[in-house]
């Protein structure tokens, strides 16, 4: 079958397609902004305008089912995407999988590393959650206020480097030499990134930024280890799996795999090409939940679906 999937929840216009259970396609187009966060409706008039070029470079063969991103999201985004979905399904009279896209980072997670029954952790600019397969696909932890990938991008535009700041924050921390002790804000299962970015950047005037980056992510990432690791204890986890954008910092994949190893288990990352948010994640989601199928008239989508609630 040959599956094209439509990427839209935010920064990224993705398109790919799986053919006979393969990727045979990815292709996408992030928006940068010079300076500031991602504005909604400047995000979406980006991929407004580059929707036709990523199309005609990702969408190799006519496709014989379309899913999109219906969300969680941006709206103005969103909406871009499952207008271009609709268009498509009737030019091509193919039939509509609503995809969440939680669910798709999980799901090319599994596929691309082959891991069984993991915890899932799942880090990316919009979530940060702790996941397992509990009859459906439950939440044990996550954050309360702004999600890890957030926190980095913040602290670096505190610094004045451009979006997205992760990659940028992670080079800084490889220099950083003096650890700052921060506030460790963990609530249970749940943890809290929004105080330590406001502590981080009130230091920008003692400190140098390499050292504030080090201690920065140290203390970010010691957070996630610690409830990642008491979920995997009491849902007796042998196996974990690091997905989404965040997920390609060394230091987070290293925190990560020094607690599995200490408890006899096994770490994976998905691969860096399908970290972050891309079209292939969505059609290989859409091939997987194609029962789940509609006619592009109803096409819909929900800024807050949440993976844990079951909206198709
Ligand atoms: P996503 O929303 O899944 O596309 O992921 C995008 C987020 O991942 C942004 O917040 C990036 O700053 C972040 N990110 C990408 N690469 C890295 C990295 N190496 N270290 C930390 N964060 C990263
Ligand atoms: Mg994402």
Not at 18 to 39: C, L, Q, W, Y
Not at 113 to 133: E, F, H, K, M, W
Request: proline share 4%.
């Amino acid at each position: 079958m040959k599956v094209l999937g439509i990427e839209s929840t935010a920064h990224s216009f993705g398109v790919g397609m799986v053919i006979d259970n393969k990727i045979a396609s990815n292709v996408v187009r992030m928006f940068e902004p010079d300076s500031g966060g991602i504005h909604p409706s400047e995000s979406a008039d980006f991929l407004a305008r580059n929707a036709a070029s990523v199309i005609k470079a990702g969408m190799i063969e006519p496709p014989e089912l379309i899913a999109y991103s219906a969300g969680p999201g941006i709206g103005h985004c969103l909406k871009v995407g499952m207008i271009i979905a609709k268009y498509l399904a009737v030019k091509y009279k193919t039939k509509l999988v609503p995809v969440n896209h939680a669910e798709a980072h999980i799901e090319i997670g599994l596929k691309s590393t082959g891991v069984t029954d993991p915890l899932v952790v799942y880090v990316s600019g919009g979530n940060t959650q702790i996941i397992a397969d509990n009859q459906g696909w439950r939440v044990f932890g996550e954050t309360q206020d702004i999600s890890l990938g957030n926190a980095v991008d913040k602290l670096a535009r505190k610094f004045g480097l451009s979006h997205p700041g992760g990659p940028k924050i992670e080079k800084l921390a490889k220099t950083g030499k003096k650890f700052i002790e921060m506030p460790y804000i963990v609530k249970g299962m749940d943890l809290s990134y929004s105080g330590l970015v406001t502590h981080a950047a009130n230091l920008i005037e003692q400190e140098s930024q390499a050292d504030i980056a080090y201690s920065f992510q140290e203390h970010c990432f010691a957070m996630l280890t610690e409830i990642s690791e008491r979920a995997m204890a009491h849902l007796d986890k042998k196996n974990l799996l690091l997905v989404g954008g965040v997920a390609q910092n060394k230091r987070l994949q290293e925190m990560m795999d020094i607690m599995c190893k200490e408890r006899g288990a096994k770490s994976f990352v998905v691969p860096a090409e399908l970290a972050g948010d891309n079209g292939a994640m969505i059609a290989w989601s859409g091939l997987v939940h194609k029962d789940k199928a509609i006619s592009p008239e109803k096409a819909w989508f929900e800024q807050k679906w949440r993976l844990d609630q079951s909206l198709i």
